[in-house]
């Protein structure tokens, strides 16, 4: 039987596994989106999948750091998602 400290290094190694995968898919979809709104989809995808990854980071070194940096990049990848669909759908950001 395996102790509790193996399976959360395991369920941690899958976690970055499927993380990773993912990643990778948007990275495909960047490149080959068909228009511009599956490369600006696949952007986002891809900012998600990296806060993922810190907080895996953070939980897997037992750190807090990597939490706000996680915070901190979500709320720029948000803003930085809309701005860019602002500036597709209508040629200027700011109104």
Known sequence: M????????????????AIGIAQIMAMIRLVIGPDTGDRILALDTMVVNAIGLIVLLGIAQGTQVFFEAAL?????????????ARFVLRGDIIE
């Open 2 to 17: 395996m102790n509790a400290t193996a399976l959360h290094d395991i369920a941690l190694i899958v976690a970055f596994v």
């Open 72 to 84: 901190i990049i979500a709320m720029l990848g948000f803003v930085s998602t809309v701005a860019y």
